[in-house]
């Protein structure tokens, strides 16, 4: 699945954002979806994920970190998975990435997003 991801941008500390992740070639249905962020000299960090099925519904996931701040939502009419981002902090300034890897692969081949610039100023 081919995914796009926009909506980064400079919001100053306590701002917010909302990063939005279109998937094309492939409905998500199938499908696990993330948001990953990785800030200079530091590793690529799982941020978020959403998965549902028909008897489970829907299953969202997030690090601790931005666990209260952050909501990963799917809109079905366009395809998309959006990233809300309230009380933004200076720290959480990195690169974003969006994610989908099939149910049951984990994350190690996922395919991937081109990354969204997200820089908060204190």
């Known amino acids: 699945v081919q995914l796009q991801a926009s909506g980064g941008g400079l919001v100053q500390a306590g701002g917010s954002l909302r990063l939005s992740c279109a998937a094309s070639?492939?409905?998500?249905?199938?499908?696990?979806m993330g948001w990953f962020r990785q800030a200079p000299g530091k590793e690529r960090e799982f941020v978020a994920s959403?998965?549902?099925?028909?008897?489970?519904?829907?299953?969202?996931y997030y690090a601790e970190s931005v666990k209260g701040r952050f909501t990963i939502s799917k809109v079905n009419a366009k395809n998309t998975v959006d990233l809300q981002m309230n009380s933004l902090r200076p720290e959480d300034t990195a690169v974003y990435y969006c994610?989908?890897?099939?149910?049951?692969?984990?994350?190690?081949?996922?395919?991937w997003g081109q990354g969204t610039q997200v820089t908060v100023s204190s």
């Open positions: 994610a989908a890897t099939t149910r049951g692969s984990g994350w190690n081949h996922p395919d």
């Open positions: 070639g492939r409905t998500l249905d199938n499908y696990v």
């Open positions: 959403i998965t549902w099925s028909g008897w489970s519904g829907r299953s969202t």
